[in-house]
């Protein structure tokens, strides 16, 4: 029998077993079986109908779900790191709390980015296309030449601990050098390790062979990657995107891989997804995955798990910790 003094947490999405179960041995948990995005209006029922809900980066949780009362929730546990899906500040004005899952995810995200590097550079999403659809004709010395990134510069840009995590990758694995821009300096024992250069933004883009961007999505930093970014890029750069899609013009970035400003990309996010810009699929110098940066066992049960801490100390009337509004 339902016990009535268990807050009612709606969780938008299908989770890992074990946090599914861990919810519900806390929390009058109503889970979404079908695991399709519950849109606006499930949103907004959600919202009016639950104390709490843990949602992540497929629920738009804009102004106008959150504007339409009733609004019975208190907590917006979001699963992920990156909540540029919230609008902070309707859920503030309506004194709905937020919460992220920082920390967990870093390493497979970082992981994913040099992996996504490397794709680019070596050309392995054309490699792979060109053996499964039977046109391999042999080794040849002229084959499929990519280039290398041991010894070329990175550009990271937003070096919080995503970007930073990349970097000591990049440069204690690959041996690259190492450029950067970010809001906060990298602490001086960091930098010395990293043998990191500061640089303005542009000069990221103009002196990096790769630049992989690690900014969270909020109005300044959308479009950060335009065309005269682009155009800053040697002709061999290379722009790496595991944060978030809006953070390229996606039709820039389209115009510069077709026309060779740029010679490659990897993409993990997408400005409207789950739609890729049709002039993306179309070209074989980009590399396109759905999305998976924190997708693992691993990270995906310890976003659960901490999306949980934060539902608990709410629950028990204790401060947040990773409270982001
Ligand atoms: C994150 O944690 O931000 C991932 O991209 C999923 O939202």
Not at 110 to 131: F, H, N, P, Q, V
């Amino acid at each position: 029998m339902a016990n009535p003094i268990r807050p009612v947490v709606t969780v938008t999405r299908r989770l890992p077993a074990a946090v599914e179960e861990a919810l519900a041995e806390r929390f009058e948990c109503r889970f979404n079986a079908a695991d399709t995005p519950l849109g606006a209006v499930g949103l907004r029922q959600a919202l009016a109908e639950s104390d709490a809900v843990l949602c992540t980066v497929s629920d738009d949780i804009d102004a106008a779900v959150l504007g339409t009362e009733p609004v019975r929730a208190r907590l917006l546990a979001n699963f992920g790191v990156g909540y540029g899906h919230i609008d902070l500040a309707a859920a503030r004005a309506l004194g709905v709390a937020v919460t992220n899952t920082p920390g967990v995810l870093t390493d497979d995200t970082a992981d994913l980015a040099i992996a996504l590097m490397l794709m680019a550079a070596r050309g392995l999403g054309s490699g792979e296309r060109e053996l499964r659809s039977g046109a391999w004709t042999g080794w040849r010395p002229m084959h499929h030449l990519g280039t290398r990134l041991s010894g070329k510069t990175l550009g990271i840009v937003g070096m919080g601990r995503i970007g930073r995590a990349v970097a000591r990758r990049a440069v204690h694995g690959f041996g690259m050098r190492l450029v950067y821009c970010s809001r906060t300096p990298l602490p001086e024992g960091e930098a010395a390790a990293l043998d990191a250069v500061p640089l303005e933004l542009d000069a990221v883009f103009s002196q990096a062979d790769v630049v992989s961007l690690h900014v969270p999505s909020t109005g300044a930093t959308r479009h950060l990657v335009d065309r005269r970014r682009l155009a800053l890029m040697p002709r061999h750069g290379i722009l790496v995107n595991t944060a978030r899609g809006d953070v390229v013009d996606e039709a820039a970035l389209v115009e510069a891989l077709a026309r060779g400003v740029i010679a490659a990309a990897g993409l993990d996010v997408y400005e409207r997804e789950p739609s890729v810009s049709p002039g993306l699929l179309a070209l074989d110098n980009v590399v396109l995955l759905p999305h998976l940066g924190s997708a693992t066992v691993e990270s995906r049960t310890a976003m659960g798990m901490r999306a949980m801490e934060n539902l608990v100390a709410w629950s028990e009337g204790r401060a947040l910790p990773d409270q982001v509004a």
